[in-house]
């Protein structure tokens, strides 16, 4: 098969880029190794920014987001014994959607049915080759068994974080950054009513916790773990008795309903400069990764190909070769920004093992400094709800 962007990865990421490359008229072929139902079935996050809805809604890919999305104009931090609500539409005039990561892939997976797009799920073994050359190749076993290879002018990796494109680069091409953390996110949905109008991050001396939602009927919550807790010896007892050591200190009750789904999440800091090496292009979780905390991972993706869509229009219908050098600059701008976000929520409302006192009083401190001064509401604000798209080169 020859096509002019092969995608390895058929996530958000890699969906909406070819979403955007088919309204460009640019052919393309997407391969993933996990069926479709595989991906809609993982649980993820759940916010998406102003901007990613107006992508999203713009590009035709999605309608639903509006109908069936909930549009928060703030969130609350809890701490040091109170709640404190972020007046987003007050402080800079945007919302946050929540609207779960799995029904963005859904539409983005109907968009592609429905345009006819190449899309092959399932595949195994799959490998790019050539990717300095002009003719950059994408080899694999497809579905049904047989030898495939797909031949490209352009190739990207949007194939998450353990991807095998940014793993094909060679060692002397790339510069790899990151930062572990001595925590993780002990993840669940349950059937119960929102606990909150909006979604709840509470810092506690015993660590963080985050009531998000889902719909009406099901919630998501979440609360610090040690890494290698085994999510299956918890019984729903210790879960919403963990919940309630961390939230009830700061006035936060949740309504509590049957657990469906546990799970134990780590998660790190990482970059990989730069995205491009020769003829492909890397975009999303494989080549950066930030902790959970705020939600940018997904919105972090979806900017990044709706910047590569517009240059690798300009490299394939203008010939301007040029156009791609700008992508890793340009895209490093925004993905700095938010790594910077992501940790520093995350390390403002986790608690550290091993904290003392001081290091408790002190997270209590800055989060009541951020949440008395406008100036530090809005820098919060603005993070979360994201960055406009020219502020954040
Ligand atoms: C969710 C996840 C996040 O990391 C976050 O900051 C907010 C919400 C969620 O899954 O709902």
Redesign the pocket.
């Known amino acids: 098969t020859r096509t002019q962007v092969g995608i390895v990865g058929g996530g958000p990421a890699g969906l909406m880029l070819a979403h955007l490359l088919d309204l460009a008229g640019i052919s393309t072929v997407v391969v993933d190794d996990r069926t479709r139902h595989e991906i809609y079935t993982t649980v993820r996050?759940?916010?998406l920014e102003h901007d990613t809805v107006r992508l999203l809604v713009d590009s035709g890919a999605s309608r639903r987001v509006l109908t069936e999305g909930y549009e928060h104009e703030g969130i609350e931090l809890a701490f040091g014994g109170g709640r404190h609500r972020i007046d987003f539409a007050e402080l800079v005039g945007a919302s946050a959607w929540l609207y779960p990561q799995t029904e963005v892939f859904a539409d983005l997976a109907d968009a592609r049915e429905r345009a006819g797009g190449d899309v092959r799920w399932g595949v195994r073994g799959t490998e790019v080759l050539d990717t300095t050359s002009d003719a950059p190749r994408i080899r694999f076993t497809a579905a049904d068994g047989s030898a495939q290879e797909v031949v490209c002018d352009h190739l990207v990796g949007a194939d998450g974080s353990r991807s095998q494109c940014r793993r094909s680069i060679p060692e002397e091409a790339r510069v790899q950054t990151g930062k572990e953390y001595p925590f993780a996110w002990f993840g669940i949905l349950c059937d119960a009513p929102p606990s909150a109008p909006e979604?709840v991050y509470s810092h506690s001396p015993l660590g963080f916790a985050?009531v998000?939602q889902r719909t009406e009927s099901v919630q998501?919550m979440y609360f610090q773990c040690d890494p290698d807790e085994d999510a299956s010896a918890y019984s729903d007892d210790r879960i919403w008795s963990e919940m309630a050591a961390r939230l009830a200190p700061n006035g936060v009750e949740v309504v509590q309903g049957p657990i469906t789904s546990k799970a134990v999440l780590r998660f790190r800091s990482f970059v990989h400069e730069p995205m491009r090496h020769g003829r492909m292009l890397l975009a999303g979780d494989a080549a950066h990764t930030v902790p959970?905390?705020?939600?940018k991972g997904l919105n972090l993706a979806l900017a990044d190909v709706r910047l590569l869509a517009e240059l690798l229009e300009r490299a394939v219908k203008k010939g301007d070769d040029d156009a791609l050098e700008e992508y890793t600059g340009r895209a490093l701008a925004r993905v700095w920004k938010a790594q910077h976000f992501s940790y520093w929520m995350t390390t403002m409302l986790h608690a550290l093992p091993g904290a003392t006192p001081f290091d408790v009083r002190r997270q209590e401190a800055e989060l009541a400094s951020l949440v008395s001064s406008r100036a530090g509401r809005t820098f919060l604000a603005e993070g979360y709800t994201g960055w406009p798209e020219r502020a954040a080169r």
């Open positions: 996050a759940g916010i979604l985050l998000s998501r959970p905390t705020g939600a």
